[in-house]
């Protein structure tokens, strides 16, 4: 039942920690308890269906997130006006998760989840929905509308007439102006937003379990891309505290189940088990938290930057990594269906994802190298190459 959002140092790096914890209140595993036709006795064929469905889906954003976070990490060396790098703007630039920050988020991830406990006890329940509704209607449309821009750049003819804009807000004037927004954008990104939109005021309207799954796979899909671990030690902490985490929630205390029945926003994958009696009108649903996706995916994304690295054109570590969260994510439903309980899916899912591709680096004496390898954060190499170029002059 983890969940994920980017850490706390700056803005982005805040939102992305406390939608990493909205996840984990989520029941990751789950299914049975948050239905609202309890009653309802799936046959066989239906939850396996939903099952397989949710797994599938949890696949994909792991998969061309993980491709595209390669991509993200060497938009520095692409033109800035390359549109298939989709990084012209700051905000679309990878956040770095470095060890401190992946030590502190499982503390900042049970705050957020017990605070939101606290206030679904004390506040009304709809109201407290109603603004997460708005909420997410706002992100799920941006990072809608960011998953879909490279497909979109594909699709148009180069006939399209593509005008260029650019959003900007400054403060002040003379040497102490500064921007406060500055983004650039054309007509096709336009048109994402635009079908993004249409898929928001859809779910803000009906909440359909389509439209949940839409947003749900997209902020699943940037989380993997966008989401940085600088080197495999960080992810081992990142991935250690949360298995921690989520075992005592779950376990432990009534709080995430107790969130996961009151919290509705697209922070987890459903699939209904009565598709094949109602159709698209289903209600009984099987459910995967986003946090239960991404925490794996941004490791999974990391040993494929570091497949790269070495430059052996094999996906050896990706390929093991994914594997094992396929082996993961399959023992979870299945313990979860035998017991009839709502499972903490990272501890299964973190032993997997991290057991596997230690194991194959045992076996290729790639361990040292694997732990070696490290991700300069963009601010970080960008005041080297200063400092670099300050040398030049000096000399």
Not at 262 to 281: R, T, Y
């Amino acid at each position: 039942m983890s969940e994920v959002e980017q850490a706390p140092a700056s803005a982005p790096e805040a939102a992305a920690a406390v939608i990493l914890d909205a996840l984990n209140a989520t029941d990751s595993n789950g299914t049975e308890a948050l239905n609202a036709t309890a009653k309802f006795v799936a046959t066989p064929e239906g939850t396996a269906l939903a099952y397989g469905s949710l797994v599938f889906m949890a696949l994909l954003p792991i998969f061309f997130g993980a491709l595209r976070s390669v991509t993200c990490s060497k938009s520095k060396e692409l033109g800035e006006n390359d549109y298939d790098s989709g990084f012209r703007n700051s905000s679309d630039m990878p956040e770095t998760i470095t060890g401190r920050d992946a030590a502190r988020f499982p503390i900042i991830a049970s705050c957020t989840l017990f605070g939101l406990y606290l206030f679904f006890k004390v506040f009304s329940q709809e109201y407290i929905n109603l603004l997460l509704s708005v909420y997410f209607f706002g992100l799920g449309v941006l990072a809608l509308s960011h998953t879909m821009s490279p497909l979109m750049s594909r699709i148009f003819p180069e006939s399209f007439p593509n005008k260029q804009y650019q959003l900007l807000f400054t403060q002040g004037s003379g040497e102490s102006k500064e921007e406060i927004v500055n983004y650039e954008f054309d007509t096709k990104n336009l048109v994402c937003l635009v079908i993004s939109s249409v898929v928001g005021v859809w779910y803000l309207l009906k909440k359909h379990w389509i439209a949940n799954n839409l947003f749900g796979l997209a902020f699943a899909l940037n989380g993997v891309e966008l989401l940085h671990l600088n080197n495999v030690s960080t992810g081992c902490i990142l991935l250690g505290g949360l298995f921690v985490y989520d075992v005592f929630w779950v376990f432990g205390t009534n709080v995430m189940v107790t969130v996961a029945k009151s919290f509705e926003a697209p922070i987890k994958l459903v699939f209904p088990q009565d598709l094949l009696e109602k159709g698209l009108g289903a209600s009984n649903f099987a459910m995967l938290g986003l946090g239960d996706i991404v925490i794996p995916g941004i490791f999974i994304a990391l040993l494929l930057r570091f497949d790269v690295s070495l430059k052996k054109n094999s996906r050896t570590y990706f390929y093991s990594s994914f594997l094992a969260y396929i082996f993961g994510l399959g023992l979870t439903i299945f313990v979860m269906h035998t017991f009839k309980h709502a499972q903490p899916a990272l501890l299964y899912l973190v032993p997997a994802c991290v057991g596997f591709p230690v194991i194959v680096a045992l076996i290729k004496g790639e361990l040292t190298e694997m732990f070696r390898y490290e991700e300069t954060p963009p601010e970080d190499e960008a005041a080297k190459e200063e400092s670099s170029e300050s040398e030049k002059k000096d000399q």
